[in-house]
């Protein structure tokens, strides 16, 4: 495709960029034929994202840790799961009026809907850990725990948030919301296998982590973080670009991605 004066520009913006994104995206952007392009960047300054996406006309921003709370404040609008969160992961640029989005929430709602869930156990206090908490709150899962390595995050996240603490209990479905049990068997994480049913592990890895393949070797069901990001990025693709292509071309930017 030959990029020209009307190409639609949509950033990335990350501590540690990676190719996931622009992979896909730009696979489909060529499959459709569509005048857009997708590029990641580094940054963890807001200002100056808040500055580019304005004075460069960028119509659409993806936001990863840490700043997806930090644009908060400098959007004129807001969509309802964005107000409760308080973290957006999607920019929507109207003619210079900034609208955020949390699609994350989406990725992770339609990843466990049909799923038989009394009770969960999320791993990780970061900001999808909260995403992750509501999604589950809004599919009526009644039993929601919270556990990870720092004991005082933990606590205070319990504390400001409608979760329990964890205390070896069974449950249906273990979340791990963190790095960990990728590619080491010797992460706390692998303990809470004895507990569940069902993982999820929102890491987006090439091979199956450590924690996938044990989790494989337990015959449990096991979702992968690749599932999840899919679902999210098909949301987001939709509020870009008011286009809403077939699962079938993301599912081949995200092998496109693998192979590189």
Same mark, same amino acid.
Not at 126 to 133: N, W
């Given at each position: 495709?030959?990029? $020209?004066?009307?190409?639609? @520009?949509?950033?990335? !913006?990350?501590? $540690?960029?990676?190719? *996931?994104? !622009?992979?896909?995206?730009?696979?489909?952007?060529?499959?459709?034929?569509? $005048? +857009? =392009? +997708?590029?990641?960047?580094?940054?963890?300054?807001?200002?100056?994202?808040?500055?580019?996406?304005?004075?460069?006309?960028?119509? &659409?921003?993806?936001?990863?840790?840490?700043?997806?709370?930090?644009?908060?404040?400098?959007?004129?609008?807001?969509?309802?799961?964005?107000?409760?969160?308080?973290?957006?992961?999607?920019?929507?640029?109207?003619?210079?009026?900034?609208? &955020?989005?949390?699609?994350? +929430?989406? /990725? %992770?709602?339609?990843?466990?809907?049909?799923?038989?869930?009394?009770?969960?156990?999320? +791993?990780?206090?970061?900001?999808?850990?909260?995403?992750? @908490?509501?999604?589950?709150?809004?599919? &009526? =899962?009644?039993?929601?725990?919270?556990? /990870? #390595?720092?004991?005082?995050?933990?606590?205070? %996240?319990?504390?400001?948030?409608? =979760?329990?603490?964890?205390?070896?209990?069974?449950?249906?479905?273990?979340?791990?919301?963190?790095?960990?049990?990728?590619?080491?068997?010797?992460?706390?994480? %692998?303990?809470?296998?004895?507990?569940?049913?069902?993982?999820?592990?929102?890491?987006?890895?090439?091979?199956?982590?450590?924690? =996938?393949?044990?989790? #494989?070797? #337990?015959?449990?069901?096991?979702?992968? &973080?690749?599932?999840?990001?899919?679902?999210?990025? #098909?949301?987001? *693709?939709?509020?870009?670009?008011?286009?809403?292509?077939?699962?079938?071309?993301?599912?081949?930017?995200?092998?496109?991605?693998?192979?590189?």
């Amino acid at each position: 495709m030959r990029f $020209n004066n009307k190409t639609k @520009l949509i950033i990335s !913006v990350s501590s $540690n960029p990676t190719n *996931f994104g !622009v992979t896909i995206y730009n696979h489909i952007f060529s499959k459709l034929n569509l $005048n +857009y =392009v +997708y590029l990641p960047f580094k940054s963890e300054d807001e200002v100056s994202v808040i500055s580019s996406i304005k004075n460069l006309d960028i119509i &659409g921003c993806s936001v990863s840790s840490p700043l997806k709370s930090k644009m908060i404040k400098y959007m004129d609008k807001l969509d309802e799961n964005t107000k409760q969160l308080k973290n957006l992961n999607t920019i929507k640029n109207f003619d210079g009026e900034l609208h &955020g989005f949390n699609t994350d +929430y989406f /990725g %992770f709602k339609n990843l466990i809907e049909n799923l038989d869930l009394e009770s969960a156990l999320i +791993y990780g206090n970061g900001s999808v850990a909260k995403t992750i @908490l509501k999604a589950l709150n809004d599919s &009526g =899962v009644k039993e929601v725990y919270l556990t /990870g #390595r720092n004991s005082d995050n933990i606590k205070k %996240f319990i504390e400001d948030n409608s =979760v329990k603490n964890y205390s070896n209990q069974s449950i249906d479905l273990l979340i791990n919301a963190t790095p960990a049990g990728r590619e080491t068997n010797k992460d706390e994480i %692998f303990k809470y296998l004895d507990f569940c049913k069902m993982i999820v592990d929102l890491n987006v890895t090439k091979q199956d982590s450590t924690l =996938v393949q044990e989790s #494989r070797k #337990r015959n449990l069901k096991v979702y992968k &973080g690749s599932e999840m990001s899919i679902n999210q990025l #098909r949301a987001q *693709f939709q509020i870009y670009t008011d286009i809403l292509p077939d699962e079938e071309v993301f599912q081949e930017g995200l092998q496109l991605y693998f192979e590189t």
